[in-house]
């Protein structure tokens, strides 16, 4: 999805993914800031074809760092909203970069593979933005994509380039094996 957005507006930005917290009580989720430094800088130099296999290890590895510091109640976004819930006052809660880092263009998750649920939507969180639920499946992958026809930022083009996106990893994951 990053890929996605990098083939679709040449930038990437804010992206929730809820992560389970099954170690706490009623399920509770975390959100999961996918959109890391490293999983950017993957997704521009994968579209610019300068991508390599260290990239993809540090973009991997982030997004798994952020998944065990999420599930562990380590993740900071809950902290920061209720801290602005409090007291918004402070000038980091209005700042702009701030803000954007934490306006939600794509609102994401998976639920697992197709034994628990195949089809299921996520809602987008941002008029401009899309919701996206997928699921893994054996050969494939499926999406589901949720977005407001009137207000979401070239729908067309951005649901082409998911299809997109995906092959681009693919063939690079490929020529990856054949390397090896």
């Known amino acids: 999805m990053t890929i996605t957005q990098q083939l679709t507006y040449g930038r990437v930005r804010a992206v929730y993914e809820a992560v389970d917290m099954r170690e706490y009580r009623a ?5 999961l800031r996918a959109a890391t430094p490293e999983a950017v800088s993957f997704a521009r130099k994968l579209v610019a074809g300068s991508a390599q296999q260290s990239d993809l290890e540090a973009a991997v590895d982030a997004h798994r760092a952020w ?5 562990s109640g380590n993740g900071f976004d809950r902290h920061i909203q209720m801290m602005a819930t ?8 209005t700042d702009p970069l701030a803000t954007a880092a934490r306006r939600d263009f794509l609102s994401t998750t998976s639920i697992g593979g197709a034994d628990q649920v195949v089809r299921y939507c996520f809602a987008p969180s941002v008029p401009e933005g899309f919701g ?4 893994p499946l054996t050969d494939d992958g499926e999406f589901c994509v949720s977005f407001n026809a009137f ?19 693919w063939r690079f994951c490929g020529e990856l094996s054949a390397e090896s």
């Open 151 to 169: 207000t979401a930022e070239r729908p067309n083009e951005f649901t082409a380039n998911l299809t997109e996106a995906g092959a681009l990893l």
């Open 86 to 93: 409090i007291d918004d006052s402070h000038p980091f809660f």
């Open 132 to 135: 996206i639920a997928y699921t």
């Open 67 to 71: 998944v065990k510091r999420c599930k």
């Open 27 to 31: 399920g509770r989720t975390e959100c």
